[in-house]
């Protein structure tokens, strides 16, 4: 007797229908109220005044742009060390491997503001390297590079977890074989591991780069929150709020709102791609499974 397989229901019963519609309710009163008031509140004075709240104040002006740069840089940085540090749990088993991979999530489980304060307390004039930068005469706290730093350590963990699974899934032998057959390691890694990473390495910038445009605690702490100088355009918003421009506030918001959407579309359609390559690299383990025992059998 063959073991009976379980399927999910296909008509709906009355405490599925009453799950969706609590779920729809909750994601409507959180996610797509507050945001449709945003865009409300932000056009609430029309298109021109929209424009006028982004492009006519310069403190706004360099708030965006500096977010604009800021989060690239993070990104690339972190798109680096993550291709590196996913190739090497993934690649090789050393002591200490369970740790470095439990160490990537630090990020994840310390208080923004508590990553900021630990950042100024190494690199402020007072810090542990502080003495030093003063000779240098390199600032990082309250500055771009400050910045940098503490959006690189929140969103460290985004590119390497996305890649790890894959990378671990997909295995060495096209690697060994590539090298096997003369080519070197730059070639390894254009030819052979980038193309069969593509899709998860850009989910994880996705995810990295909405991360770090909307990141507030930590560059709260190391960018002293001046005008002009080192607000960002999460700490633009919160200070046009204090001050009661509310109508600039929400312009600003919008443009942070948007970026979100766009990224919640760009996620969609890559987790789409990864699902298809998932899909297709089942089938084709699944066919080397069947003829490699044909061939025993034969």
Not at 81 to 90: D, H, K, N, Q
Not at 216 to 240: N, Q
């Amino acid at each position: 007797m063959k073991p009976s397989t379980r399927h999910p229901a296909t008509t709906p019963t009355p405490i599925a229908a009453a799950l969706v519609a609590a779920a729809v309710a909750i994601i409507g009163l959180v996610i797509v109220v507050p945001l449709v008031s945003v865009f409300y509140e932000a056009f609430a004075e029309g298109a021109a005044a929209w424009w006028a709240a982004l492009a006519h104040d310069p403190d706004t002006r360099h708030a965006i742009w500096l977010s604009l740069t800021v989060a690239p840089v993070a990104v690339v940085i972190n798109t680096v060390f993550g291709v590196a540090a996913a190739w090497l749990v993934a690649r090789f088993r050393f002591p200490g491997r369970s740790l470095l991979i439990s160490f990537f999530d630090v990020p994840f489980s310390v208080s923004p503001v508590v990553a900021g304060l630990a950042l100024v307390l190494i690199f402020g004039r007072q810090g542990l390297l502080g003495p030093t930068l003063a000779w240098l005469d390199w600032k990082v706290i309250f500055s771009w590079p400050g910045l940098v730093l503490a959006t690189t350590f929140v969103t460290l963990p985004l590119v390497v977890r996305e890649l790890i699974p894959v990378m671990e899934s997909i295995g060495p032998d096209e690697e060994l074989a590539a090298v096997s057959l003369g080519a070197n390691g730059w070639q390894v890694f254009t030819r052979i591991t980038l193309p069969n990473i593509r899709w998860a390495l850009l989910h994880g910038i996705v995810l990295a780069n909405a991360r770090a445009m909307g990141e507030f605690g930590a560059v709260y702490v190391v960018s002293g929150h001046i005008a002009g100088a080192t607000d960002t355009m999460p700490l633009r918003v919160e200070k046009l709020f204090q001050e009661y421009r509310t109508p600039a506030s929400m312009a600003v918001a919008s443009v942070l709102a948007g970026l979100a959407l766009v990224t919640l579309v760009a996620k969609f359609i890559i987790e789409r791609r990864l699902e298809s390559e998932s899909r297709d690299l089942e089938v084709a383990r699944s066919i080397d499974e069947t003829t490699g025992l044909e061939a025993a059998r034969s």
